[in-house]
C-alpha cells in the first residue's frame, strides 16, 4: 500500500515536472532567437555606420544573462539592442525625422535626473533605482522614444531630489538606545 503511494506521488511530480522543462527550453530559444535578431540589426546598423555603443552593451550583456537562465531579462536587452539598432538605420536612410525639441528635453530631463542623483549620492542619499532609471531614460532617447525617456528621468530626478531631502532630514538623527544595545550584542 505504502509501495503504491510513493509510486502514485512520483509519477505525479515527474507529470507536473514535465511541462516545466520544455517551458524553460522554449524560453531559452526565444531568448537566443530575440538575440540572433538584434545580432542580425546590428551589423546592418554597422554596416550603415550607425550603430550605438549602448546597443553593443546591451548584446553582449543579453548574452551574459543566458549562462545565468534570466532568459526574460536577455530577451527584454536584446529587443531594447535591436530596438535602438532600427532606429538609428531609420533615421540614417530619412523614414524618420528627430523631433529636435523632444530630443532636447529629454537630454535636459537626463542631465537634470544625474544631477540630482548626484546631489543625492553627495550626502549618503541616493536611492538604490535612481541610476537604472536614469539608464533606461538614456536607453528610451537613443531608440528615439523621447516622451518615455523625458517621463522616466523626471522620474529618476524625483527619486534623486526626495533621496536627498530624506537624507536632510536625517541627518542629525540617532540610533534610539534599544536598538543601539540590541547591535553591540
Same mark, same amino acid.
Given at each position: ?7 502514485? #506521488?512520483?509519477?505525479?511530480? %515527474? ?20 538575440? *540572433?535578431?538584434?545580432?542580425? /540589426? ?18 553582449? &550583456? ?16 536584446? *529587443?531594447?539592442?535591436?530596438?535602438? @539598432?532600427?532606429? #538609428?538605420?531609420? /533615421?540614417?536612410? !530619412? #523614414? /524618420?525625422? %528627430? @523631433?529636435?525639441? %523632444? ?14 542623483? @548626484?546631489?543625492?549620492?553627495? /550626502? ?19 531608440? !528615439? &522614444? ?7 528621468? *523626471? ?7 526626495? !533621496? ?5 532630514? &536625517? ?12 547591535? *553591540?550584542?
Amino acid at each position: 500500500m505504502l509501495k503504491t503511494r510513493i509510486r502514485r #506521488a512520483l509519477l505525479a511530480a %515527474l507529470v507536473l515536472l514535465l511541462p516545466i522543462s520544455t517551458a524553460w527550453a522554449a524560453h531559452r530559444t526565444e531568448a537566443e532567437q530575440a538575440i *540572433n535578431d538584434a545580432q542580425a /540589426v546590428h551589423e546592418q546598423a554597422q554596416a550603415a555606420g550607425v550603430a550605438t555603443d549602448t546597443a553593443v552593451e546591451m548584446l553582449d &550583456e543579453a548574452r551574459a544573462r543566458l549562462s545565468t537562465r534570466e532568459y526574460s531579462q536577455a530577451v527584454q536587452l536584446a *529587443n531594447w539592442a535591436e530596438r535602438q @539598432d532600427r532606429f #538609428a538605420l531609420d /533615421v540614417a536612410k !530619412g #523614414a /524618420v525625422t %528627430l @523631433d529636435t525639441d %523632444l530630443e532636447t528635453t529629454a537630454e535636459q530631463a537626463i542631465e537634470a535626473a544625474t544631477a540630482a542623483a @548626484d546631489k543625492a549620492n553627495s /550626502v549618503g542619499g541616493e536611492w538604490r533605482d535612481t541610476r537604472k532609471m536614469i539608464k533606461q531614460a538614456e536607453t528610451l532617447a537613443q531608440a !528615439g &522614444e523621447f516622451e518615455s525617456a523625458i517621463k522616466q528621468a *523626471n522620474a529618476a530626478r524625483k527619486q534623486g531630489e526626495f !533621496g536627498y531631502a530624506q537624507a536632510m532630514r &536625517e541627518k542629525g538623527a540617532d540610533m534610539p538606545d534599544y536598538m543601539r544595545q540590541a547591535a *553591540n550584542q
